[in-house]
């Protein structure tokens, strides 16, 4: 079992900066693949970026690749998004995300959400 827990949301002008953080439970936090997510009202939960387990190999969307950065601490248990050079087309409500590696996101662990708001 493993509990999420996201911070950092918040409002901010567009070309500003923000970190995610997600604190995540359990012991075996390193074995699981870890993600951000981020959907807006009426529309798909659409994938943002994500971090392997113990390799650290990270992927990216293309809508944000270049501005945005997710890293992991396995030592703390937690991962983050540095989002820069955010867009009023960012806003929407980030998840952290974590799943096996041989499992698939609908198998996996969800947070309880963060709002960002990315004003033009």
């Known amino acids: 079992q493993v509990q999420l827990v996201e911070s950092g949301g918040g409002l901010v002008q567009a070309g500003g900066s923000l970190r995610l953080s997600c604190a995540a439970s359990?012991?075996?936090?390193?074995?699981?693949?870890m993600a951000w997510f981020r959907q807006v009202p009426e529309r798909e939960r659409e994938f943002v970026a994500a971090?392997?387990?113990?390799?650290?190999?990270?992927y990216y969307s293309d809508s944000v690749k270049g501005r945005f950065t997710i890293s992991r601490d396995n030592a703390k248990n937690t991962v983050d998004l540095q989002m820069n050079s955010l867009k009023p087309g960012d806003t929407a409500v980030y998840y952290c995300?974590?799943?096996?590696?041989?499992?698939?996101?609908?198998?996996?662990?969800w947070g309880q959400g963060t709002q960002v708001t990315v004003s033009s």
């Open positions: 971090v392997s387990d113990s390799i650290g190999d990270t």
């Open positions: 359990g012991r075996t936090f390193s074995a699981y693949v």
């Open positions: 995300a974590a799943t096996l590696p041989d499992a698939g996101w609908a198998e996996g662990y």
